[in-house]
């Protein structure tokens, strides 16, 4: 919090968090396009690509209120330094893999980086502005995490028709060299929570153990049958290690987090938007490539340019979003962006060809930008600052598992399309995925608070 004076450095201490917030969101979508170079060159099958991907998010996602609650613990400034540190050495090592064991280990540490870094970035940002400059930073931030994932595609299309595969890789290593110089000497020094304890690690062990169990068995159901014996057995598992992982943080001295903090309507309100907005986004990323690459015979560079106005209609939703949501609340902003995504992500549901696929995708984007500044601000609404890095570890764990679930989900619906040649599957993907985000605009009306900050000193005071 800046409760005696606003900090004359801020924005540009923004800037350096948003790029290297940036570099975690893009290695989410960067290598898609990267994979069957990737394949190839390493003679990978199949199953093993999968977790080139995965690997990332699965750690990314299940270590995130590990990195929270450090944040919390040892202080945002330490764990954001040491976090990029590690992500930007574990890219390093991804761009030398040779074989496949040091390309996943190489996916996995930066996942861990990742999950250090993002939470405690966004916990800085949430400390160093207040009222409506912080829904402004907040929409910045927004726009990065739905922005990011559409360059991510393009800059992947670029570096791997380029220099090679191992650039979407090499790429983190200067950037985050003087990211990391430039940051360790703006970043304040900033006092850890008043109340001490240490990290809960079987509590992490097992929350980890419970996201990667359920985005395993999400990630196969396409292939095993949603409700096979497998793919049930599999997220009952998921379900057992979070309910263990419940009962620890009643019972342990020093828990991971308050799971009471969960049943603040605010937080689960805002988890719930970010769940969706992630979902949407990802899947028709995931939709809209494989509609070009494999049924329009696009190339990946023209995919990747093909998703640049995407990029930037997300952008613009977050800014106009994160100037609006001061004025008249979440509620509104997450009810028409989420009713924009519908009827954007509508447009190639009924009309085929890929002018529609760019038209409607660009529509859904420009409305799911406001789904996330409405997530950030609605979580953050009443949240004290002692408890920001673990309601942003929160925030950024229903993040990366959003966009596992949605993959998952059309990958299944659209499988026909996926391994043939008709658009049938297509069809059924965009249109499941409008549907979900017509009934997320409804719900919002009941899950998201009415209270608006009309003033500076009201959000101060939430705080």
């Known amino acids: 919090m800046n409760e005696t004076g606003a900090d004359p450095r801020r924005w540009r201490l923004l800037g350096l968090l948003a790029i290297a917030q940036f570099m975690l969101i893009l290695d989410v979508t960067v290598v898609a396009i990267a994979l069957p170079h990737i394949g190839t060159d390493l003679g990978l099958d199949r199953s093993t690509l999968t977790w080139v991907v995965s690997a990332y998010t699965l750690m990314f996602g299940g270590l995130m209120l590990l990195g929270g609650r450090a944040s919390d613990l040892f202080g945002s400034r330490v764990v954001v330094l040491t976090g990029l540190l590690v992500f930007t050495a574990a890219s390093l090592t991804s761009g030398l893999a040779n074989s496949a064991e040091l390309l996943i280990g190489g996916r996995i540490a930066q996942g861990v980086g990742a999950a250090l870094l993002s939470p405690s970035a966004l916990s800085v940002v949430t400390k160093t502005f207040d009222g409506e400059e912080r829904n402004k930073a907040l929409g910045i931030w927004s726009a990065i995490g739905g922005g990011g994932a559409a360059i991510g595609v393009l800059i992947g299309g670029l570096l791997t028709a380029g220099p090679g595969w191992q650039w979407v890789f090499y790429v983190n290593v200067p950037v985050g060299l003087v990211v990391f110089a430039i940051l360790l000497r703006m970043l304040p020094a900033d006092r850890p929570a008043e109340r001490q304890g240490g990290l809960d690690v079987p509590g992490a062990i097992l929350v980890t153990a419970g996201t990667g169990t359920a985005i395993y068995a999400l990630i196969n159901a396409g292939d095993r049958g949603w409700l096979s014996a497998a793919t049930l057995l599999t997220l009952a598992g998921a379900v057992v290690l979070y309910a263990a992982f419940a009962w620890l943080q009643r019972v342990v001295r020093s828990p991971l987090m308050d799971l009471r903090i969960l049943t603040r309507r605010p937080v689960a309100a ?51 979003s994160g100037q609006l949501v001061g004025k008249v609340g979440a509620r509104p902003v997450a009810m028409i962006g989420l009713a924009v995504a519908a009827i954007g992500i ?16 660009t529509i859904g ?20 600052y002692r408890e920001a890095g673990v309601a942003s570890g929160i925030l950024s764990t229903f993040h990366e598992f959003g966009g596992s679930l949605g993959v998952a989900v059309v990958s299944s619906i659209a499988a026909a399309s996926l391994a043939g040649t008709v658009t049938t599957g297509f069809t059924r993907g965009f249109t499941f995925a409008a549907i979900v985000a017509a009934v997320a605009a409804v719900l919002a009306l009941a899950v998201v608070p009415a209270a608006k900050p009309s003033t500076g000193a009201e959000v101060h005071a939430a705080h």
């Open 346 to 361: 509508a447009v190639p549901a009924i009309w085929d060809g890929a002018l529609m696929v760019v038209i409607g995708t």
């Open 270 to 320: 805002g988890s719930f938007l970010i769940l969706v907005a992630t979902a949407l986004m990802i899947s028709i990323f995931f939709l809209g490539s494989f509609y070009l690459q494999h049924y329009k015979g696009y190339g990946a560079l023209r995919t990747g340019l093909s998703f640049l106005p995407i990029a930037v209609a997300t952008t613009i939703g977050a800014h106009l």
């Open 365 to 384: 984007g420009a409305g799911i930008g406001a789904a996330f500044v409405a997530a950030s601000t609605t979580t953050f609404s009443q949240i004290d």
